[in-house]
């Protein structure tokens, strides 16, 4: 036993012991935890990071560890059970893979083990129920686990149970418990010296008697504050609680403010801890309301027994009045038994349905209720049958004519019997059916009033590109164009073409339809950078300010749609300030985004990029529809209506949203709220810009995959003459039947995604599975897939594209037949 420390717990844990010693239950689960185990020392032990602790113990082969004594936690097995929260059990040491060369059991000298972890019900570890024995024991059996596990899970309930009691047994005897009471209590409590005057009163007695502080009556005797009539009754009241004797009495005193109150008094005695003092606690009830009761029913008893005289002739004369309301109710009036026959219905039912009470008497209405009613009318009345109320409940009841009318039931049941009240309420639903008729028809007509001003933008802007486009050609086709001439109309159509693009572009920003590429962008940095470049373009006599937290912000979207939205709405900002005044670009990281337009607030960390002008300002009745489509309020020619549309539908695609507030005459609030995330930002090879030089091919075989024969001749012949060979497939069944298994010889497959059929993000997934050395182009001018989930990393060329742009990234996904024949050779 020289591994054994008889040490004397230390007295935090005393309380530990002592409350397991206190568990009446625990010598029971010891004896019987070594009757099922067949072993002869168990205990519970209070375990911590740094301490083990017997709290009790039955000991039977003298191993000698008594309560308070400790083991060195580091060599125990308990201390593996505290980290992992999981039993270990042994049959026989010497045989078990996992504790065959552990130190514990030869230092402890047992050869069967069993420990199972105490957890209190929240999460708490507390320690262990263990048991050993220097011999090998059959203790790995369902009912020995199971024993103790339901063992472990009784203590931790037993030690919950007595830290709770202690607990709140703390919380009775504190001064803060007091506090409480006197606070919580709807009556005045005052503090007397023995003589009767008044030392302490709560904030709820000024309240009762309507005094403005305590200092007015503080010293005072408490019967002078009575009136004259009732102070003696005080007196008395008080030396007999100064006598020992706990007093109650009632009387009528005003407040300080006149109001008249009765009230219910009692005094007990209480010597003051410490010092021994008497003092005396009354309590003061406002009895007002019963006092009044009282009277009241008084009154009306003799009243009562005064209308005894003509009781009878009421009686008759409200029998009477319940016949009339019966006779001439607009609402059908029946009584039923529990099983819902009707034993009674008013004449309202053959004026609202025609039939006589004759025919529904004695009868349940299941023949008169609709069809489609039937289960939930009959579900109705078992309710009703159980004791349960109807307030609202409508179902259809037949006409004699054959129709239907909508009734609105009420009805309770008293003594065995249902009474009902139906309300006619078919032509009150016909009416709000016809009402929701008309707000949908209104909404449809709104509608179609949004889609004509779109429709009418569009058709306006893309006449405009488009009388551009035809014009240049025109003169493009014409013979012995001068060369100068000839290039200034090929940029024109050029640049138009990019016009029509952008055009495009902002309108499926604002439809949330654009193929975003989201990547993680420190807010900070990509905000001071547009401001270097706005600084540039919006004049010398505008100053551009920016303000953001030194600690970086990351977001989640695409780089490209971002700068735009901040451009726009600069761009809007430097216009509305007409070339002078202060524009501040501020970045605010805070959680939650407020509600916006009759949205509701968001959860969750933003990143809230604001763009503050100095300017007009926007009229009230115009904030509402900054953001529709072709909106502006600038002069003809100076603006599309579509920058504010772009950033909304940015922000709402990135999973945010803009708002706006404005004051005329002093400036406008653009605050762009997009999701904050986690992460670091990756370097991405910079992409190679327009203009700079792009490998052409060298013979590798393209599959163009377009169901537009337009598009499709003009694809290939592009590719062709940049070097490529090309095969053209009118749709992705016909691109799989030529790729085979084995890719057919092909190098790479442009594909448009929007197609009848399999689509092309469908065939490049595919393609992925089968043929993943296959690299894929997609192209697409609007796709619901790539608008919802992206690309999904592969290579995306928006139409319109340019030649170059097409030459360009097939000129980095396609390899060279250099590299292709060397890859070869090297197999």
Not at 526 to 544: P, S
Not at 555 to 577: C, G, K, P, W
């Amino acid at each position: 036993m020289s591994a054994l420390a008889h040490v004397a717990a230390p007295h935090d844990f005393q309380a530990d012991i002592d409350l397991v010693g206190g568990i009446e239950a625990i010598p029971t689960i010891l004896a019987v935890a070594c009757r099922v185990s067949g072993m002869g020392f168990a205990a519970v032990a209070r375990v911590t990071e740094d301490r083990w602790v017997a709290c009790r113990v039955k000991d039977e082969i003298s191993f000698g560890l008594r309560p308070g004594d400790e083991l060195e936690v580091a060599s125990t097995i308990c201390h593996e059970i505290r980290q992992s929260r999981t039993p270990v059990v042994i049959d026989h040491v010497a045989a078990d893979a996992a504790y065959c060369d552990h130190p514990t059991p030869a230092r402890y000298g047992f050869q069967s083990y069993v420990s199972m972890p105490i957890v209190l019900p929240d999460g708490t570890f507390f320690g262990t129920l263990c048991a050993i024995d220097p011999k090998p024991a059959s203790v790995d059996r369902p009912e020995v686990v199971g024993t103790f596990r339901m063992f472990a899970d009784l203590i931790a309930f037993h030690v919950d149970a007595h830290r709770r009691n202690a607990s709140a047994n703390d919380a009775i005897r504190s001064e803060a418990f007091v506090r409480g009471i006197l606070a919580a209590s709807p009556d005045c409590v005052k503090v007397l010296s023995a003589e009767g005057r008044l030392e302490y009163m709560n904030e709820r007695g000024l309240d009762l008697i309507q005094l403005g502080s305590l200092q007015d009556v503080l010293g005072r005797e408490l019967a002078d504050l009575w009136p004259d009539s009732e102070r003696a009754r005080i007196r008395t009241a008080v030396r007999t609680a100064a006598s020992g004797v706990p007093s109650r009495t009632e009387g009528y005193c005003p407040t300080a403010k006149g109001e008249p109150r009765w009230w219910e008094v009692s005094f007990a005695p209480f010597r003051v801890e410490g010092t021994g003092e008497l003092k005396l606690v009354g309590v003061s009830r406002d009895i007002t309301e019963r006092v009044r009761a009282e009277e009241e029913r008084r009154e009306s008893a003799a009243a009562l027994e005064a209308l005894n005289t003509t009781l009878a002739d009421h009686v008759e004369a409200r029998t009477q009045e319940r016949d009339r309301i019966w006779q001439v109710s607009h609402d059908m009036l029946g009584v039923a038994d529990g099983k819902g026959v009707w034993v009674s219905v008013n004449p309202a039912w053959t004026a609202i349905l025609g039939w006589q009470s004759g025919e529904v008497i004695g009868r349940t209405s299941e023949w008169l209720e609709h069809p489609d009613d039937r289960a939930a009318t009959r579900a109705e009345v078992a309710r009703l049958a159980a004791g349960q109320t109807t307030l609202a409940f409508e179902n259809r009841f037949r006409t004699r004519d054959g129709g239907y009318r909508i009734l609105s039931w009420r009805a309770v049941p008293v003594e065995g019997l249902l009474y009902c009240v139906a309300r006619d309420v078919t032509e009150q639903r016909e009416r709000t059916m016809l009402l929701e008729q008309a707000e949908e028809a209104l909404r449809q007509s709104q509608k179609l009033e949004a889609v004509g001003q779109l429709t009418g933008g569009v058709a306006h802007d893309f006449n405009n590109l488009l009388t551009i486009i035809r014009s240049s050609v025109d003169f493009l086709r014409r013979p012995n164009l001068p060369e100068e001439r000839r290039n200034r109309y090929m940029d024109a159509v050029s640049d138009t073409v990019d016009r029509a693009a952008k055009l495009t572009g902002q309108l499926l920003a604002f439809a949330r339809r654009q193929t975003l590429k989201p990547e993680v962008l420190e807010v900070g940095a990509q905000l001071r950078a547009v401001a270097d470049m706005l600084d540039t373009v919006t004049g010398a006599r505008i100053r551009v300010v920016t303000e953001a937290p030194d600690a970086p912000c990351f977001v989640r979207a695409d780089l490209s749609q971002f700068e735009t939205a901040l451009i726009n709405m600069a761009v809007n900002a430097r216009d509305a300030m007409e070339g002078e005044g202060t524009l501040t670009l501020r970045l605010d990281c805070a959680e939650g985004m407020p509600p916006i337009r009759g949205h509701a607030a968001a959860p969750g960390f933003f990143a809230a990029v604001s763009v503050v002008d100095t300017g007009c300002g926007i009229a009230a009745e115009q904030v509402g529809r900054i953001f529709e489509p072709f909106f502006t309020t600038k002069p003809v020619g100076q603006g599309t209506g579509l920058g504010l549309s772009q950033v909304f539908g940015f922000a709402k695609q990135s999973g945010g949203d803009v708002d706006v507030t404005s004051e005329l005459g002093r400036g406008t609030t653009f605050t762009l709220y997009l999701p904050e995330v986690e992460g670091v930002i990756r370097d991405e090879p910079s992409e190679v810009r327009d203009g700079e030089a792009f490998p052409t091919g060298d013979g590798q075989c393209v599959l163009v995959v377009e169901d537009n024969v337009e598009v499709g001749r003009f694809a290939t012949q592009i590719l062709e003459d940049f070097g490529y060979r090309t095969t053209w497939a009118a749709n992705a069944e016909e691109a799989l039947e030529k790729l085979g298994s084995d890719g057919a010889g092909f190098d790479a497959v442009f594909s448009d995604v929007v197609m009848p059929g399999m689509g092309g993000f469908e065939l490049a997934k595919i393609l992925q599975r089968r043929l993943p050395h296959l690299p894929v182009l997609l192209a697409s001018g609007y796709s619901h897939v790539l608008a919802q989930d992206g690309p999904d990393g592969f290579e995306l060329l928006h139409k319109p594209y340019s030649a170059d742009q097409l030459g360009r990234i097939l000129g980095k996904i396609v390899p060279s037949r250099v590299r292709r024949g060397s890859s070869s050779e090297s197999r």
